[in-house]
């Protein structure tokens, strides 16, 4: 039986640098190897202001944002079976499909059996989008999951089958922010015990990667920041040392070198912001020899970063990571376990909660300063 479109509450954005407008869309039925989900929770992340404010060289309009989500399956298309209609699930713009080259690779999660339709805003199977408005113009996807819509289609491999006990409106977080923190930590740099860690850049990024880096052992954890504010968090999350870069009058790479358990450098680095400036710092603090500095922040189009080769010929390695490594609908799950275990500071990161018509709203927190993570419900 083939199924019928669905009319519901979406927020599109129209163009760039505008208010989204909440309004009734109409969301199509899933097509082979697709999924539609009611999307129960959704957050949202630095990532959807970057694109809603012009940055991303991704960024099509006018197109349904939203990557951060739990819902429940309403539909399968032919062909899919890991899902049926009922189940509780993430979307995961990270897809993985376990078929791939990329998947197969035990260093990656860069899963490519989608990625380069979800970049188009479009499925997979027909190159178009499921989302249009009343009056037929179509509305592009977001990161493959455009989750600021009641109902969304995503491909199949971009689903993680989650316990139906856990709570969606706190496990959405686990779709992107709080996941991609603790990844950069266990996945792309390892910590080890009796490391020395600095993290720039104290979001609900920041504060994952301080949470992960204190349970992987580090005996230091210097939390950097320019909003002296985030400072209270940080100590509660695990940092030892807080530093902000506008109480000094040297680079910030040097306050850190010469705070350094050594002297010499912090074992391992993680930029959370998405600023090259502070991903040169970050890297250049990295300790000299064996240093590790994590990129997770993702820079504006246009933006390159740079550094003297010296760094890296000294010994410093620069990585970056994508949903902090994780291979999504295997690992997401166990994310999911290891919050029900009651192992983690979830709940802490969600500052906001608010309707789901007030998404306006939740834009202007997430750029206040005040705000890690704003849940909205529809
Ligand atoms: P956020 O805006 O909540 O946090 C950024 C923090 O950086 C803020 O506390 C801000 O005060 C601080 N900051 C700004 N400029 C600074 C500077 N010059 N020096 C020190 N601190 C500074 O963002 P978030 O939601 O935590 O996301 C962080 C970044 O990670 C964003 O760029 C986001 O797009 C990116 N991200 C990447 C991935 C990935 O898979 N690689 C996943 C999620 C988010
Ligand atoms: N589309 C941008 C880059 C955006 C980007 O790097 N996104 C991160 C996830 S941010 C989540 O909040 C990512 O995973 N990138 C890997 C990928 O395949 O998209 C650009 O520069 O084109
Ligand atoms: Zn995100």
């Known amino acids: 039986t083939v199924g019928k ?30 999924v539609r989900i009611k999307i129960v929770a959704t957050a949202l992340c630095h990532t959807d202001a970057y694109t809603l404010d012009g940055l991303d060289p991704e960024g099509l309009f006018p197109c349904i944002l939203g990557h951060e989500a739990a819902g429940v399956v309403e539909s399968v298309g032919p062909g899919v079976t890991s899902v049926a209609p009922g189940d509780h699930v993430i979307p995961c713009y990270q897809a993985y499909c376990g078929d791939c080259m990329f998947c197969k690779h035990p260093k990656s999660n860069l899963c490519t059996s989608v ?7 479009v499925m997979k199977a027909d190159e178009k989008p499921r989302f249009h408005t009343l009056d037929g113009k179509p509305l592009y996807h977001f990161m493959g999951t455009s989750t600021f819509s009641e109902y969304t289609v995503v491909h199949e491999v971009s689903v993680a089958k989650i316990d139906k006990a856990a709570p969606l409106d706190k496990v959405c977080l686990l779709g992107c922010g709080v996941s991609t923190g603790w990844g950069a930590v266990y996945n792309t740099a390892q910590v080890q015990p009796g490391t020395s860690v600095a993290v720039f850049g104290l979001g609900a990024v920041g504060l994952a990667v301080i949470e992960a880096a204190k349970r992987a052992g580090a005996s230091r954890i210097f939390a950097v920041d320019i909003n002296p504010e985030k400072f209270e968090a940080a100590k509660q999350w695990g940092a030892t040392d807080c530093v902000n870069p506008k109480d000094y009058d040297k680079p910030i790479q040097q ?7 050594s002297g010499w450098g912090i074992d391992y680095t ?10 040169r710092a970050a890297l250049e603090c990295a300790h000299r020899g064996w240093g590790e500095s994590v990129v997770i922040g993702v820079a504006a189009a246009g933006k390159e970063i740079a550094t003297r080769p010296f760094q890296l010929v000294t010994g410093r390695v620069w990585k970056g990571t994508a949903f902090g490594g994780y291979k999504s609908r295997v690992q997401v799950p166990d994310l999911v376990e290891l919050y029900q275990r009651g192992e983690t500071k979830l709940d802490d990161y ?17 750029h206040g300063g005040q705000c890690l993570r704003c849940v909205l419900t529809f």
């Open 5 to 34: 479109p669905i009319q519901c509450k979406a927020a599109i954005a129209w163009e760039a640098n505008k208010p989204l407008e909440v309004t009734t869309v109409v969301v199509d039925p899933p097509q082979a190897g697709e």
């Open 255 to 261: 306050v850190l070198v010469e705070q350094s358990p």
């Open 115 to 121: 990625r380069a339709f979800t970049g188009k805003g």
């Open 350 to 366: 969600i500052t906001h909660t608010l309707p789901f018509d007030e998404i306006n709203k939740a834009f202007e927190l997430l």
């Open 270 to 279: 993680f930029e959370c912001i998405g600023n090259v400036e502070v991903m």
